[in-house]
């Protein structure tokens, strides 16, 4: 069901590069605004005629670690976090009833991507946030689980061998597993409030009640479509690599044009994964 939702909704694709291409331009004005503070304190290092070979590094170590460029540098990232969410929350908004349509095998399927962003948008936020809380609680247990256990067996604790490697064995497995239940139960959540109008907090309630009850299916269908989405990515740069290859030492002008197709047809089939994905993880939080 996912797949022919997927399939059906392809159109889908070319928002989804969209979002996915200012995602990343979010992401580069606090490596670019360091690197400006840097070159900022090289430059000035190097004006003052000082001559030692560490002096150009320590000025920009030393702008670089200023209080007020540690603060400017922290709110370009969170800035640029913040917006990269929202975007990618708008697209769901849209996408999401989308594939519901196809999903429903609805008789007359109607347009859904435009009334989602309009008046899903500010319900699918509410949620999004309550997700990213409860994936960042599972991550922080899974490391003090990871913390305790390398704590442990450093310290050699004594008692019973046997119990002590069940019990860290038992740990362990749940701080792997407990990231990837939690995301799962966060986008369950995303399609209940998209496709059911639920709220934040009930869709989290429900979608995680819904990956506890099968979890094996939901396991299945985020590991399978992960590694797809990797080895496909993987093909394609090196599709990438072997097709550069050959034109070695040409300009870069005529590489840029191959090398930016080899991007955009990795990032479709990345878009294209992960409405799959979608798809299935939907149908499986709202199925009755």
């Known amino acids: 069901m996912g797949a022919r939702a997927a399939g059906r909704s392809a159109w889908l694709v070319a928002p989804g590069l969209l979002v996915a291409f200012l995602r990343t331009a979010l992401a580069w004005p606090a490596p670019l605004f360091a690197l400006g503070l840097a070159r900022a304190g090289i430059v000035a290092r190097a004006s003052s005629g000082l001559t030692h070979p560490g002096s150009p590094i320590a000025g920009a170590f030393e702008v670089l670690t200023a209080p007020r460029s540690l603060f400017i540098l922290a709110g370009l990232w969170l800035a640029g976090q913040l917006a990269s969410g929202a975007l990618r929350v708008a697209w769901l908004s849209g996408a ?23 008046f899903g948008f500010a319900p ?63 986008d369950a959540a995303l399609a209940r409030t998209a496709l059911l109008n639920d709220g934040p907090a009930p869709a989290l309630a429900e979608g995680m009640r819904r990956v506890l009850k099968r979890p094996g299916a939901f396991l299945l269908a985020g590991w399978a479509l992960g590694v797809a ?60």
């Not at 080899?262 to 709202?286: H, Q």
């Open 124 to 186: 699918l936020l509410g949620t999004a946030f309550l997700g990213l809380a409860l994936e960042l609680a599972a991550q922080l247990y899974a490391l003090t689980v990871c913390l305790a256990a390398a704590l442990l067996a450093f310290n050699h604790a004594g008692g019973h061998p046997v119990l002590a490697a069940l019990l860290g064995a038992a740990a362990l497995t749940t701080a792997v597993a407990a990231p990837m239940v939690a995301s799962l139960g966060a």
């Open 229 to 288: 989405t990797a080895v496909l990515l993987g093909s394609a740069q090196a599709m990438e690599a072997a097709a550069l290859g050959t034109a070695r030492g040409a300009p870069a002008l005529l590489i840029l044009g191959p090398r930016l197709m080899a991007s955009v047809l990795g990032a479709a089939l990345a878009a294209l994964l992960e409405l799959w994905r979608l798809g299935t993880v939907a149908a499986l939080a709202c199925q009755d």
């Open 96 to 118: 999401l009833p989308t594939l519901g349509e196809d999903l429903a095998r609805s008789l007359d399927p109607r347009p859904r991507f435009a009334e989602g962003l309009a």
